[in-house]
């Protein structure tokens, strides 16, 4: 795990687990907050507008992991699982104006991407913890589904919310892509000095 | 810095001499960790024994320190070095100690 990332140019030191834990709750915090608006303000939502917030929703859980949480990219804070060398790359030298915004990640040749044994055993830890409870997700969405698809009252009180399944799959594919970072960085304790 | 002597086992449930003698030859973390070729959050977690290293890294560690692993590593608690080596009988101070609490008793 790195000990700080760089976000609009700024050096952002991220070693204590409870900084780490405050970002942990905003990105969550802030997934939630987009979605249930939309999904207010769209009231009923349109075929087309289904599609554009799977398009929205997709590169979102990218973005987060690319720029902030890491794993599945040479940014972010947690190193990449693959634990295999990037490719090679060579940085624009003109920037586009998205690079401007966002901070583009160090060269490859410079890039901490190797992970040692107890990291190895984190990341399966923490893959398994996370398989767990997108799979207990996924049999949410499909008996939602079902029930929907065939008109069954939810828990037999309730009738199933058309917009339900989609907003569950939408979750469920945001937190398939960020859960096991989060955990890493929500269990992980502060990290120490290297002196 | 910690390199006070472990006082528990951990979440591994073992004892280990590391921090120790890493102070002992004056090494940082840091430097460790390069030479064993982990990161060095690694030593920190071994130094406090809330990780059990591989056999590959365990004797690494003592080949590195010149020590079997078993000085490096106990499932008991460890005794100082020197104690360990020159003598089996209790150090003056822990005597002495030892007669002031029965002294009071």
């Not at chain 1, 160090?106 to 044994?117: A, G, I, L, T």
């Not at chain 2, 004892?15 to 003698?21: D, E, G, K, S």
Request: aromatic fraction near 12%; proline fraction near 7%; charge should be neutral.
């Amino acid at each position: 795990m790195r000990a700080e990332f760089v976000l609009l140019g700024k050096r952002i030191n991220m070693t204590s687990r409870a900084r780490r834990r405050w970002l942990v709750a905003l990105i969550y915090v802030g997934f939630a907050v987009w979605m249930i608006s939309a999904f207010c303000f769209l009231d009923h939502l349109q075929d087309v507008f289904e599609s554009m917030m799977f398009l929205a929703f997709w590169p979102a859980g990218f973005l987060v992991n690319r720029y902030l949480l890491g794993g599945y990219g040479y940014g972010g804070l947690v190193k990449p699982f693959y634990n295999t060398q990037p490719w090679p790359y060579e940085t624009p030298r003109d920037p586009h104006w998205l690079c401007l915004v966002l901070q583009l990640p160090p060269s490859p040749d410079k890039v901490d991407y190797r992970n040692d044994e107890r990291e190895l055993r984190q990341r399966d830890h923490v893959h398994f913890q996370a398989y767990r409870a997108v799979s207990v997700s996924m049999v949410i969405v499909t008996m939602l589904l079902y029930m929907r698809r065939h008109e069954r009252p939810f828990l037999g009180f309730l009738s199933v919310p058309s917009d339900l399944p989609f907003a569950v799959t939408l979750a469920v594919l945001f937190v398939s892509q960020t859960l096991p970072q989060a955990i890493l960085l929500w269990t992980e304790p502060d990290m120490e000095e290297p002196r | 810095m910690n390199n006070q002597p472990q006082k528990g086992p951990g979440e591994s449930g073992l004892y280990n001499r590391i921090a120790v003698l890493r102070a002992e030859r004056g090494i940082s973390r840091q430097e460790l960790a390069d030479a064993m070729d982990v990161n060095y959050q690694t030593i920190g977690f071994l130094e406090r024994g809330d990780y059990s290293p591989s056999l590959k890294l365990a004797l690494s560690l003592g080949e590195y320190f010149g020590l079997p692993v078993e000085a490096i590593f106990s499932k008991q608690p460890l005794q100082p070095l020197s104690q360990q080596v020159y003598g089996t009988g209790k150090p003056k101070i822990a005597l002495i100690a030892e007669q002031e609490t029965e002294e009071t008793l």
